[in-house]
């Protein structure tokens, strides 16, 4: 990309609560100019005395993307009781810095409201998992990051007792947690990955409520820490010899993302058929390896619904291009994926 045209999104979030409760945020990213910064405030885009760079070429993202950080702060924000028994409300603005590490430190409120909305504030962003470093010139750099919280009391009870119920399901290293689980109790550095599955990724859901017998309608939140990922490792591959991961930090990702996975899928699966003539239909569940190429490998079926449609979707499956492999510690690894495949009958 041109250096003229180059693009720095910075982005903005704002996380409204309801009473004691979060509701849906708002992103905001605001394309500005690299030049015009440069002309403006010309050491904007270079190191303070300690090394932290205000602006810089490809910001730091949380695992996820910005849904993924909603999703953290939403569900672990907590309105203090002082601030809605006073009726405090109102937007604070806090800084951190995301080193070249990905670790969050120097949190620190910069627009403060009430102490104890700022202290709850600088709480939650301080138990962050590890960021995606951003980049300076191809090179991992610290940089400072800038995030609104916008606290905001509605006085309706019922609401309140609603809001607190709707809560996902929480899965930490294979195991469900209770629901007054705070990502707080965690030590943000023992965290391997952190995936969040909303309430529209009903077929995900509903295998996880199939696995583990609990309700999914909120949708759920999956927990690893490093220790754990570490552990689930240790199964080797016969084919390579080498370790085959159940979880790493940086998942397999298909090219274009899940929306091309699904219309690969839909665009060359053939319905059975004998399966069509017997009104045969359902979800065969398979699971294969993604190795550190990219190959596709090891195709099985843990879940089945008759012999011809599990067969036709291995053979899709088998027939995926080359993905995006996974990655562990930085390095390209063999990872285990699930994938339902879905046949309907009209």
Known sequence: MQQLKLLLFIP????CICSANAQAPVYKSVPVSTDSIRKAKPDLDRPDKNGIY???EKMPQFPGGEKALLDFISHNLKYPIDAQEKGIQGRIVVRF???KTGKVENVETVRALYPSLDKEGVRVV???PDWIPGEQKGEKVSV?????ITYKLDGNSKSQALDQAKKPLIILDGEIVAKDFSFATLNKDSISSVDV??????EKLEELATKFSANTENGAIIIVTKKQARLKGLGKSPATNELTYDVVEQMPRYPGGEEALMNYIAKNLKYPVEAQQKGIQGRVILRFVVSNTGKTTKVEVIRSVSPALDAEAVRVVESLPDWIPGKQNG???NVY???PVSFRLK
Not at 12 to 15: E, N, S, T
């Open 97 to 99: 810095v995301v080193t």
């Open 126 to 128: 301080s138990t962050l």
């Open 144 to 148: 400072y990051y800038v995030l609104p």
């Open 197 to 202: 599955i909303r309430a529209d990724k009903k």
């Open 12 to 15: 903005m979030l704002f996380v």
């Open 337 to 339: 994926y699930t994938l």
């Open 331 to 333: 390095v390209k690894v």
């Open 54 to 56: 205000q602006v810089i």
